[in-house]
């Protein structure tokens, strides 16, 4: 499975108009091409940042989309008043769910600058998901890779800011450890609210 992420800053006022944007006619119109599984969207409310992220059955599929997207993403853009946009491809190495995430569940991604082509990181995380599992309000867990440039994102899903919170330390000793481990770079740690969680990987460890 593969998938490619926007992420971008939203006028904040137009950050629910912007979902309901997502949850209807672009999700519809994005699924009618060949080979996109699903949509996800995680929100900054804050800030106005956010990540739209659609999954891919092929890497195939998802190039063969290149000459679609690009309309889909302007009207994106506009429905969220959103600037500084910049997108990402990448493999989806693991997807990790307990259950399904509800209304008002929240998001710690992890970016990573690591060695190119390494098979580290996928090992290194799988290896972490029994302690995931253990953690109160753990919904679901992702790592995404880009192969060519070293880059690495994990994406830990809880069921409410209460149970991310109550994560963190504990997440930082992971991520730290794992880091360490790799020779890897940790770029940023941020926080979202899931908005829209129709991904539709299907499990794979």
Not at 160 to 186: C, F, H, P, W, Y
Request: with cysteine; glycine share 6%; hydrophobic share 40%.
């Amino acid at each position: 499975m593969y998938a490619r992420s926007s992420t971008f800053i939203a006028r904040t006022s137009s950050i629910d108009r912007g979902v309901a944007f997502l949850d209807g006619e672009l999700m519809t119109d994005l699924l009618d091409i060949d080979g996109c599984v699903g949509l996800s969207l995680l929100v900054d409310r804050d800030t106005g940042r956010c990540v739209a992220t659609s999954s891919w059955e092929t890497q195939k599929a998802m190039r063969a989309s290149e000459g679609k997207v690009p309309a889909l993403r302007k009207r994106m853009a506009d429905a969220f008043g959103a600037t500084d946009l910049t997108n990402d491809e990448w493999e989806v190495a693991v997807m990790h769910r307990l259950h399904r995430a509800p209304v008002g569940a929240f998001a710690r991604i992890s970016h990573l600058r690591g060695a190119p082509r390494s098979d580290q990181p996928t090992q290194i995380f799988t290896s972490n998901l029994p302690i995931f599992e253990g953690f109160s309000g753990f919904c679901s867990a992702s790592l995404l890779l880009n192969r060519d440039s070293g880059r690495i994102v994990s994406n830990v899903i809880f069921d409410s800011a209460e149970a991310l919170a109550s994560a963190g330390e504990r997440s930082t000793q992971l991520r730290t450890k794992a880091a360490n481990t790799m020779d890897a770079q940790i770029i940023e740690v941020a926080e979202f609210e899931l908005a829209l969680a129709h991904l539709r990987v299907p499990e794979h460890v």
